[in-house]
């Protein structure tokens, strides 16, 4: 190996081509199988020294990610977004403020959306957890909701997207058939910066008319 | 470096009694952790950097909505959802649905919980932010300083400290007379709502009468006012995600003409749920009049001493008053 050959030192796995992006590296490391525990990029969080297991929850647990069951090591000071972004690589949750206050980071826990930003992982162990990637058919097809979003041009920066529409998808699947006041307080956990609100809107009301015209096969306007 | 937790031990009991001894062992060193969303916010901000976190989410008892000989008992882990979609809380007990029904955002509701929606720590940015206050054991106010920025506090009963109880089904809960129960590893003790929670004249750094090391389990709420017509209305910037800037719960027993009984109770003007005495007593036993409506807004405000920001909530507390009569 000769000097030129060597790994830029931003690159964090051993090996790995200089100039990948974090999205290839992430995706890469998970095809690899790499335990990623000691992320260093997302910051002290996840690698400061944690304190020797006194009794407290075991790190190595299962979780139920979009019908699946992934073993995983986790942090008792872990958030589920940084698991679900930084470890199994489901980068579709996005990470906005951090703090609760913008639902970019919105999930399914047993078909009630939460967000992830500000939920322990620990706490979701036996929990079903769906997240943007879990909601497309087994033929690839768009979910209801994702498709009607692009109909009724929900997204411009589409930031905010996965979470509205998990935020959407999470009423449906509670009330089928909202009205648009009910739907605009369903929403009202979701900022959107791009203030797309009222498409979003158009779309949870698109997505629900489909619903329905599927489950009485109506051909009346959607 | 915002963002990053320190680390901890988390510990998940799945009974109470686990998680009593838990708390005792522990004691100022840890922390109970019920929806998680503010705790998280804390220690992200590392202002507050407990050894152990107790997560209460998995323990049974604390979940739930039952009635217990005429009262409703409810678990202090019962989310805010719950709380506001219960058909026994809607049916007896509207005022504490609709004000669970306005906390913060849906999914904040999905997670947030009664106990800590009761139990939160307040919402002074100059606290939170982790400066050295009288709340936090410094010597200074921050928000009480001339320029300072106190749009979003007290008005009433500040003592050194000007914050505000943030909560909005505290008010809703001491207008319906409820009870908080608090256990510990050395027995249970009941509250009333009405002194559950703590004054800054009487101990600047707590904002509940929990001791370290105790657990609020329930809230008990009596059948004396099941029924009653009800009105609460929460003033805020925004319609979503925001705390109050005043709200007010209040419970009437009228026959239509005459008010016989009262309960009127704002929030965030006082670093507790602020009981407006003067004004039950003034409407009740008295039919309602227009003339007695602003007599009574203009009780509501008496001895208030706003900061240099936050006058407006003068009017905005008589308004809320005067509509919550007006309702009936």
């Known amino acids: 190996m000769t000097d030129t050959d060597a790994p830029s030192p931003t690159v964090l796995l051993p090996g790995a081509p200089a100039g990948w992006s974090r999205r290839d590296f992430i995706k890469g490391v998970i095809a690899s199988g790499v335990t990623v525990s000691s992320v260093s990029y997302f910051g002290a969080g996840c690698a400061a020294p944690l ?12 979780l139920r990610v979009n019908g699946q069951t992934r073993r995983v090591d986790v942090a008792p000071n872990e958030t589920l977004a940084t698991t679900l972004r930084y470890k199994l690589g489901l980068t579709g949750t996005k990470i906005g403020c951090n703090r609760a206050e913008c639902g970019a980071c919105t999930v399914l826990i047993d078909n009630v959306n939460h967000y992830a930003c500000s939920s322990l992982t620990h706490r979701v162990r036996d929990r079903e957890i769906t997240t943007v990637e879990g909601l497309e058919a087994e033929d690839g097809s768009l979910h209801p909701v994702q498709q009607a979003f692009i109909d009724e041009l929900g997204p411009q920066c589409g930031f905010c997207t996965p979470g509205q529409v998990m935020s959407a998808v999470a009423l449906l699947r509670a009330n089928p058939t909202p009205t648009r006041e009910e739907a605009r307080e369903a929403m009202s956990g979701n900022l959107c910066r791009c203030g797309a609100y009222d498409h979003y809107l158009n779309g949870v009301m698109r997505a629900a008319g489909l619903t329905t015209l599927t489950a009485s096969a109506d051909t009346g306007e959607v | ?32 952790l019920a929806g998680g969303y503010d705790s998280l916010d804390w220690f992200k901000d590392r202002v507050k950097i407990p050894e152990a976190v107790i997560d209460l989410s998995h323990i049974g008892e604390l979940h739930g909505i039952r009635e217990v000989d005429g009262a409703v008992e409810i678990g202090a882990m019962t989310t805010l959802t719950e709380v506001s979609r219960s058909p026994l809380v809607r049916g007896r007990f509207q005022l504490l649905a609709d004000a669970a029904s306005e906390v913060a955002s849906p999914q904040i509701r999905n997670a ?15 606290y939170r932010y982790g400066v050295d206050c009288y709340r936090a054991g410094g010597n200074t106010c921050y928000a009480a300083a001339p320029d300072a920025q106190n749009r979003e506090h007290a008005i009433f009963g500040a003592s050194r400290c000007v914050a505000v109880s943030p909560s909005d089904t505290a008010p809703a809960l001491v207008a319906l007379d409820a009870s908080m129960v608090v256990r510990s590893v050395s027995g249970e003790r009941v509250v009333p709502a009405d002194n559950f929670f703590m004054e800054p004249g009487v101990d600047i750094e707590r904002m ?17 006012w099941a029924d009653a017509a009800f009105y609460f209305e929460k003033v805020s910037d925004r319609n979503s995600w925001d705390f109050a800037l005043a709200s007010i719960a209040a419970a009437f027993r009228t026959d239509g003409v005459t008010i016989d009984d009262a309960r009127v109770v704002c929030g965030a003007v006082q670093c507790i749920p602020r009981r407006l005495r003067s004004v039950e007593r003034y409407v009740s036993g008295r039919p309602r009049t227009p003339e007695g409506v602003d007599a009574a807004g203009a ?8 900061l240099s920001y936050n006058g407006y909530k003068i009017p ?10 007006r309702s009936l």
């Open chain 1, 51 to 62: 304190p020797a297991q006194t009794g407290g929850v075991e790190r190595l647990l299962s």
């Open chain 2, 1 to 32: 470096m915002k963002d990053a937790m320190a680390g901890f031990e988390l510990y998940q009991p799945t009974d109470l009694d686990t998680a009593l001894e838990s708390a005792a062992r522990f004691g100022e060193a840890g922390w109970l």
């Open chain 2, 112 to 126: 947030g919980t009664l106990g800590g929606n009761l139990c939160q720590d307040t919402r002074c940015w100059y």
């Open chain 2, 208 to 224: 509940t009468v929990l001791e370290a090391g105790e657990i609020l389990t329930s809230v008990r709420i009596p059948p004396t």
């Open chain 2, 299 to 306: 009780m509501a405000v008496k001895g208030a001493e706003p």
């Open chain 2, 316 to 325: 905005l507390v008589t308004n809320l008053v005067k509509r919550a009569l």
